[in-house]
């Protein structure tokens, strides 16, 4: 008898052991579907919310009608001028040597690069064309001073100039605001029209442009629990990535979001020396998790290609 009720004992016990791993698959499997539903949902909600919370538009002649030096701004805001089909978005990351983007990139209706990053040497990479080039206020203060100014560097010379601007240069009472604007970057704008009155007007990003991508980065973190919030500020990729989305129907992004070609620490594909720091200036991480859950592109293919397929936002209709 005692062998008996042993052995219906164990059983109780299996027949537990069994329904709980039973339970513990179910759940794992409604967690699953459920995680997928609702990484569906944020995909589909996500560009009306980026189309609603950052507009963009760059500050026009009229904005600063009082404003003694009105004349070096453009007339129309640029997203009034332009709009392109295909456009691509090339990051400076030194992964870029990973792969030879070049003719892809260049067969794009329109190229944004940034800063300081050259062509010359690196065609194979990169590509040869810019048609856009989205620039810090550091620029010519601090950094690229020599191609800024010389009449014989090709960078910046048959190239739409475009200033990002988180709140150095702003509006008040119809004039330029140059308050924040610690690197000079209006006053270098003035000199630069004198300088070259036959070049393209460059634009400036309306003020606030760059706060408002911030904003929304930390919202999506905290609502969405995918990324840590950060009080760093976007980098020029991610400025120049929401600038393109209200400007082509379709973005390719390369190497902003990084493949897994890369083992090294390096930061740029045409500096062999600088290393990426201990403590980043950027908000990298919410960057990242936000343009993946916009992209159209699988997770894998980007971890192998290090390209995003972004659609724009013209394509995006919204309530």
């Known amino acids: 008898m005692m062998f008996r009720r042993g052995i219906f004992f164990c059983g109780i016990l299996l027949c537990g052991c069994i329904t709980f791993y039973a339970i513990l698959d179910m759940l794992l499997i409604a967690s699953t579907f459920n995680s ?17 919370n950052v507009p963009f538009s760059t500050i026009t002649r009229e904005q600063a009608s009082k ?17 392109f089909n295909s456009c691509a978005v090339v990051s ?13 990139i260049d067969s794009h209706d329109a190229v944004l690069r940034f800063n300081c990053a050259p062509t010359d040497k690196f065609e194979k990479f990169v590509g040869n064309r810019t048609d856009f080039r989205l620039i810090n206020t550091r620029i010519p203060e601090k950094s690229c001073t020599d191609e800024f100014w010389s009449d014989n560097s090709t960078m910046f010379k048959h190239e ?13 009472r119809q004039t330029i605001n140059v308050k924040h604007d610690r690197y000079r970057a209006f006053a270098n704008l003035i000199k ?56 082509c129907d379709w973005v390719h992004v390369y190497e902003l979001v990084p493949s897994n070609k890369d083992d090294t620490k390096l930061v740029y594909y045409f500096d062999e020396k600088k290393t990426w720091p201990a403590r980043r200036e950027h908000s990298y991480g919410q960057e ?12 894998n293919d980007i971890e192998e290609s290090g390209v995003v397929l972004l659609k724009g936002l013209s394509q995006t209709p919204c309530v």
């Open 67 to 83: 404003d003694g030096n009105k004349t070096v701004l453009p007339e129309y805001s640029l997203e009034n001028m332009v709009h």
């Open 288 to 299: 990242r998790a936000y343009v993946k859950t916009l992209s159209m592109t699988p997770e």
């Open 160 to 172: 739409t100039i475009i200033i990002r601007n988180l709140d150095a240069i702003n509006l008040k």
């Open 92 to 104: 400076s990351s030194h992964t870029l040597r990973f792969h030879t983007y070049g003719q892809e």
């Open 192 to 247: 630069y029209r004198k300088t070259y009155p036959n070049r393209t007007l460059p634009f400036i990003q309306r003020p606030k442009f760059g706060h408002a991508i911030l904003t929304e980065l930390q919202r999506f973190c905290v609502t969405s629990r995918m990324c840590a919030k950060s009080r760093l500020s976007p980098s020029s990729g991610m400025l120049g990535v929401v600038m393109m989305m209200h400007l």
């Open 36 to 52: 997928a539903k609702y990484l569906h949902k944020l995909k589909r909600e996500l560009p009306c919310q980026l189309k609603r």
